[in-house]
């Protein structure tokens, strides 16, 4: 327990590992709402809701890199706000987009998710010391596996009660904030070291 309070009393730790919960809450989330819009939403079938989450998934793969090496240029804020502007312009359209253009999109909102999780991973490096390190990556394991119970949940439950298109804008502005408030944690995301030394010496962000 000492090693977690050591974690948690880093300035800005808990601050960043909350409002990424936030936002890997909804992304881990994302597969479920758009299969069940393009299900009950579009009346189509698993297999196409499946195209849809499969163009996301790639999209997220391939964005990545380019993400990491956006925010090794450019730093974290900027690409933080960027990304998560076009989750609401996604998320605020899948209601409206036939099936489709909602493919295209879906791949280009993967491209250009929200980088939470590489973010904070990189964060958590520059900020701890090598014996706070396990504990801190501990703690953003167990967020990780928090996001995947709760989000998947509340959606089912969402779409149920309310209606699929209203979860599809409540995930795009879950992420957009959870965005958002990292963007304005600003977190570091290299050590001391690594900020002086030059750029080949320098790790990209979305590495590993």
């Not at 758009?34 to 698993?46: C, E, K, M």
């Not at 929200?114 to 394991?141: D, H, K, M, N, Y």
Request: neutral net charge; without cysteine; hydrophobic residues 55%.
């Amino acid at each position: 327990m000492t090693g977690y309070r050591q974690v948690l009393a880093v300035p800005g730790m808990p601050s960043l590992l909350a409002v990424s919960l936030l936002a890997r809450t909804a992304i881990t989330a994302d597969v479920m709402v758009l299969t069940l819009h393009v299900v009950l939403g579009l009346d189509l079938s698993y297999a196409a809701a499946g195209g849809v989450v499969a163009l996301l998934t790639a999209g997220v793969a391939l964005g990545g890199p380019l993400l990491g090496r956006a925010i090794d240029r450019h730093g974290v804020r900027p690409v933080l706000l960027a990304t998560a502007a076009v989750q609401v312009v996604f998320w605020l359209s899948v209601p409206a987009l036939p099936y489709g253009l909602l493919l295209g999109a879906a791949f280009v909102a993967g491209l250009l998710m929200v980088p939470a999780q590489s973010v904070t991973r990189q964060a958590i490096t520059a900020t701890t010391t090598t014996g706070q390190r396990r504990a801190a990556f501990a703690l953003e394991s167990v967020q990780g596996e928090l996001s995947y119970i709760v989000g998947p949940a509340v959606v089912i439950l969402g779409a149920a009660t309310v209606s699929p298109e209203a979860m599809a804008w409540a995930a795009g502005a879950t992420i957009a904030a959870g965005g958002a408030g990292i963007a304005w944690l600003n977190p570091p995301v290299r050590t001391d070291e690594e900020t002086g030394a030059g750029p080949a010496a320098r790790p990209r962000a979305g590495s590993g």
